[in-house]
């Protein structure tokens, strides 16, 4: 529409579980991983980037797959910083106008990711 970039934000979270070895050495244990995640780009002919909808069923989806799972599983050295670029990539092969993720291990402690 008018050439300028819009950012979209869309929060979803999962339940799972993870442990660290080495320097944390924290037992198994579980979080709920709430994120943040922004879309970046053009508007469309409609006037939006994407459907909110759209990107929420996909998320919703995603998180299917990790919910109470062990994440050490599925994400070696599952991190949430790991996490973080985890979902950042999972989201970038569907949506690739992804820009950045913020994803909370607990109210007060979160890492942001972008490319």
Same mark, same amino acid.
């Given at each position: 529409?008018?050439?300028?970039?819009? +950012?979209?934000?869309?929060?979803?979270?999962?339940?799972?579980? /993870?442990? /660290?070895?080495?320097?944390?050495?924290?037992?198994? /244990?579980?979080?709920?991983?709430?994120?943040?995640?922004?879309?970046?780009?053009?508007?469309?002919?409609?006037?939006?980037?994407?459907?909110?909808?759209?990107?929420?069923?996909?998320?919703?989806?995603? !998180?299917? #797959?990790? #919910?109470?799972?062990?994440? !050490?599983?599925?994400?070696?050295? #599952?991190?949430?910083?790991?996490?973080?670029?985890?979902?950042?990539?999972?989201? +970038?092969?569907?949506?690739?106008?992804?820009?950045?993720?913020?994803?909370?291990? +607990?109210?007060?402690?979160?890492?942001?990711?972008?490319?």
């Amino acid at each position: 529409m008018n050439g300028k970039e819009i +950012k979209i934000s869309v929060k979803s979270q999962f339940r799972a579980s /993870h442990y /660290h070895d080495g320097a944390l050495d924290e037992p198994l /244990h579980d979080h709920t991983f709430i994120y943040i995640a922004t879309l970046k780009g053009q508007l469309n002919n409609e006037g939006f980037l994407v459907d909110f909808r759209e990107v929420e069923k996909f998320l919703f989806e995603l !998180n299917k #797959s990790l #919910s109470f799972k062990i994440l !050490n599983e599925i994400i070696p050295n #599952s991190t949430t910083e790991n996490v973080a670029i985890f979902l950042f990539n999972k989201i +970038k092969e569907q949506y690739p106008q992804i820009y950045k993720i913020q994803v909370f291990e +607990k109210e007060n402690y979160s890492v942001t990711y972008e490319e």
